[in-house]
């Protein structure tokens, strides 16, 4: 496997404790102490360190040399919880080692005196924040200091016992290879000095901003509700694109000096490492989490959030959602010119569109309204190419997070090729074409790519065709040898689910000739498995709708498989969160639920006669459970709330959603854009709210707030004329906007 790569540099103060005859902690000699270190922020020179108790008395104070080196003599030997703090002095930056900077204060808490050496870093400066802003709140030294220890150990991906205050940074590249928390602490301080150029700032102003952002104990641009002047809500997905900027372009930096290239820091799994770290506890607002596949993506950089969406024959789209109310379109023509050229040079059709650009073609959504259901065009579909040239339909859109800038990949359904993109400096980064035999039908029509799903720990992308299962790593746009294979006759879903941190791919799909079936893939192995035929049929293949399944999606959260009908108002859902109860055949490429039925539940969302809603799609926000139901060929709109199947005790049956509602909306108000699906969920950054945006062929993205969706007044109608959870009025307007293209 090939990892992103990365790395990273910092400052450190190496305080060697030393008393007379020795450095037993339990001596109780009146000898002065004599304290002697180092500023390793690379030798900060003329910096003034300061010793003192937690309330203040200062025991000594000592100014840094040349190279950072440091000696002190206390006034008399401390019994209780000491501070160390910096101030002033110049270093050159680990990112730039031309560049001469001001250092920032930094800090470092001990429990007491010791003999060990005291390291003060840029981490231990965030513990030091942490620990006295919860010593604020009325919690003690002791347990302050270990949860902040705890909780940086753990959002950077060092081992559970780690002690910043006495981890000493070591940039070498056989610490590198080791992964070792020296080599490791000294890799992020050289991250960090890269998002500071990146971001503007001033090292220095950098520093005092996450200082100032982990207080409250998350990377948020936040100090509780308050937002933080410099700080990033979008911390996560700027750091890792810092860290692969850093380690991808290593001369001049502390790296090079220390004989360590890119490739070094590529093939130790010290950078895969921190990744999957960061991953873990970034806030799915961030893009790195993603359970449902489709034609929606996020990405947040640079303090600001954007939604992109495949929109079919008009291309790419993208807006800045980083105020929700009123969101502002991106202007990508000039790449989608590149995306098209790269396709259509690549794998292109008979005819080229000379222009190189998306056809913008009103009102006819994807190519599946052009083809019949064996791939053929139709007649209308022979009258729009004879119009129009030919039209090439950008079928899916997925944020690839933590390149050096923000870059989405992009396929469309007519198209074996996939193409790589910086979506800010609208540049292409690479394409790849994939040995795919042919194209795969769906009801609506046929596509190379039906959909995809980002895996940031194996950094690439897997793609659902004909054929199977293809992964493309991002590094170097390279495909598998060969793909995945389908199991037992099966074909790929419109939209796969995934929950790649649990090394899964969910696929419902149509089932072997049309009987309706799901697909377990297994990412660490390489396998596909169908659930059993007979446990199909028995638990979810007599649902209405579910003669074959059209999409799935996963709360990764719960742990949930969300299984969409073709055209229906059921849902299936499949608790996830115990893969022991599953058996797994490889000699069948089955798997089963051994008897355990309560693993599998539906709901129905058809109520009283009339009007009721018809869905093909489920996508959901992991974070908030909120799910956005949307169809193909249906005008519904719709928000559900999925519940927490743990959370059912003695027995009691599981019941999947505890609240809902829909809206079927007028065609002046939203042209629902066909198969496959043009929908997603995505969570703020910035207000923490989950959204949906849906693609409305008539040249619009609609946006659908879903709390407040969701909050809205239903009928009242209890009799036979209409679905009791449909809206009482329009929410366009309200709960939902159109943005225009």
Known sequence: MKNYKYSIGLSAILLTLL??????????????????????????KSSTVTIKSMEGKVYGTGKTDSKGNFSISLSEKPTGALKFVTKGGTYLSESNLSKTVSAVDLCTLLPKLSTKETSITALSTLVCAYTESKIESGTSFDKAFDEGNKKLGEIFGFDKSIDFSTTVPNLTKSGIEIKSSEALLSLISGVFER???????????????????????????????????????TFYTDFLAALNDYTSNVEGTALAEAGVSSSDVKESEIGSDLVTAIVAVAPVSSGLNIGSSGAVTTLSYLGKQFVYVAARSRGLVGADISDPKSPKVVDLDALNGKIYDAMTTASAPAKLDNSKKFKRVPNQGTNFNLKDKSGKLTKEGKEILSANGSVYNLGGVIAIPGLANPAVMVYAYESKTVVLVDVVNQTLLGATTLNISTTQGFSGGSAYISSGIFDIARGGVWLATHDGYWFVDVSTMTASSAPVPLANGQIIAENIGANTAENMLFSPNYGKSYGGG??????????????????????????????????????STYKVGIISPEDSSNLAFIN????????????????????????????????????????????????????????GFSSTIGVARLTDPSS?????????????????????????????????????????????????DDGYILQVDMEAFLSSSVTDSTGASYNSNALSSTPFGGSVIRIAL
């Open 19 to 44: 008393g007379c005859g020795g450095g037993d902690d339990k001596k109780t000699s009146t000898d002065k102490v004599k304290v002697s270190g180092v500023v390793v922020l690379n030798q900060v």
């Open 195 to 233: 998002m500071a150029e990146r971001s503007d700032l001033t090292p220095e102003d950098f520093y005092k901003a996450i200082i100032s952002d982990i207080e409250d104990g998350k990377f948020d641009g936040k100090s509780g509700s308050t937002t933080i002047e410099s700080a990033s809500s």
């Open 518 to 555: 799901l697909q377990w893939v297994k990412l660490d192995t390489n396998k596909a498995y169908s659930l059993k035929k007979s446990e199909w049929d028995t638990n979810i293949g007599t649902l209405s709708g579910m003669g074959y399944a059209d999409a799935g999606s996963v709360d």
């Open 576 to 631: 996830l969160s115990n893969p022991a109860l599953f058996s797994f055949s490889d000699a069948n490429k089955t798997f089963s639920i051994n008897g355990n039925t309560a693993l599998i539940s539906s709901f129905n969302l058809a109520g009283n006669a009339g009007g009721n809603p018809i869905i093909s799609h489920a996508s959901i926000d992991s974070s908030t459970h909120l799910m956005l139901l949307t169809a």
């Open 648 to 696: 059912v005790t003695g027995g009691t049956p599981w019941t999947p959603i505890s609240d809902w509602s829909y809206y079927n909306a007028s065609f002046s108000e939203y042209t629902y854009a066909r198969d496959p699906h043009a929908s997603g969920v995505i969570n703020n950054s910035f207000n923490h709210r989950s959204y949906g945006y849906i693609l409305s």
